[in-house]
């Protein structure tokens, strides 16, 4: 008896170290993700969370760092093998514009679509200021600019002031380090125009902050075809999105905003068949992220392939052309 249980106390500490030396051996897939608390990181940690819970053999790590505009040319020199930023900025980063200008990362490749995100200009409600062209009113007024952690945000903004045939130059320009410091200017009275994210955090407790002056609003866009086209040839991945649901902070009716992909991004160098497994596996378990972060209920089923702001990765590809994707 004795023999017979120090052989089972052998196999199972064997057992033991044969499990973790299978878990060592699992290949780790790093996300680069925003800080802590970002919309960025709760992407990140969701992605890495169904990774690891459903693709064999591989693990997924989130990596928080400085910001997209950051870690976009560390992906691109293949030192961290996968980012996440929105679709303009993943435009200006292969095309060499804004933020990376005369600098293009040509080394990234596509993986696909996590779930659409909106946001529009915002100003006071007791402003009186109701869509895109009554903003006029407020001509030389101060307006949030520069994000200098994220500066695809004052692209954005540029394309919604072009909607309604106005620009930057319109306004007094007030530089702010980031895009909730935008959103915050507002309510503490530093700006009277900003961008502000549908339902995000920020513009919830703004929204509260400034309940003395009804909250904000979101100015109504044109969806014209020719209104469309000034606010795309300022930002090409943009879109028009009606905005109907009044528990919505700053939706006082049926709004147009502008709506733009959240995507996943990787470098050229990146193992093809490690980039397939992950592209198959995000692409097919919505519900496993939707769990862990509630942004990709937004999603459209087999709409994972949709975003053609740079090449896709190969591995991308075959997966996304298994699956009817792309």
Do not use: C
Request: aromatic share 8%.
């Amino acid at each position: 008896m004795k023999f017979a249980s120090k052989l089972t106390m052998i196999g199972a500490a064997v057992a033991m170290s044969m499990g973790t030396a299978a878990y060592a051996q699992d290949k780790v897939a790093v996300f680069a993700t925003n800080p802590q608390g970002s919309l960025g990181y709760a992407t990140g940690l969701a992605v890495a969370k169904t990774v690891t819970a459903k693709i064999d053999g591989i693990t997924g790590r989130p990596r928080p760092m400085g910001g997209s505009t950051t870690y976009i040319p560390i992906v691109n020199r293949g030192e961290v093998d996968f980012g996440f930023t929105n679709a303009l900025e993943a435009h200006h980063a292969v095309a060499g514009l804004g933020s990376f200008k005369d600098r293009k990362q040509t080394n990234l490749r596509m993986i696909g679509r996590m779930f659409p995100l909106a946001a529009g200009i915002a100003v006071a409600a007791d402003s009186g200021i109701k869509s895109i062209y009554d903003l006029e009113k407020l001509k030389g007024k101060r307006i949030a600019s520069e994000y200098t952690s994220l500066t695809a945000i004052e692209a954005w903004m540029e394309s919604a002031l072009a909607n309604g045939k106005l620009s930057y130059s319109d306004f007094k320009k007030v530089p702010v380090s980031g895009f909730v410091k935008g959103i915050q200017a507002l309510g503490e009275g530093k700006v009277d125009i900003t961008w502000i994210s549908l339902g995000s955090g920020a513009s919830r407790k703004v929204n509260t902050q400034m309940r003395k002056r009804g909250g904000f609003v979101f100015l109504n866009l044109d969806d014209s075809p020719e209104a469309v086209a000034r606010m795309q040839k300022v930002a090409p991945p943009g879109s028009i999105r009606n905005v109907a649901d009044t528990k919505m902070p700053g939706i006082k009716g049926p709004t147009n905003i502008v709506q733009f992909d959240y995507t996943l991004f990787t470098h050229k160098d990146m193992d093809e068949e490690t980039v397939y497994q992950i592209t198959k596996g995000l692409a097919t378990n919505k519900e496993h992220l939707a769990s862990s972060f509630g942004a990709f209920k937004r999603t459209k089923e087999g709409t994972f392939g949709a975003p053609d702001m740079m090449p896709y990765h190969p591995g991308a590809l075959k997966a996304l052309k298994e699956l009817g994707m792309k």
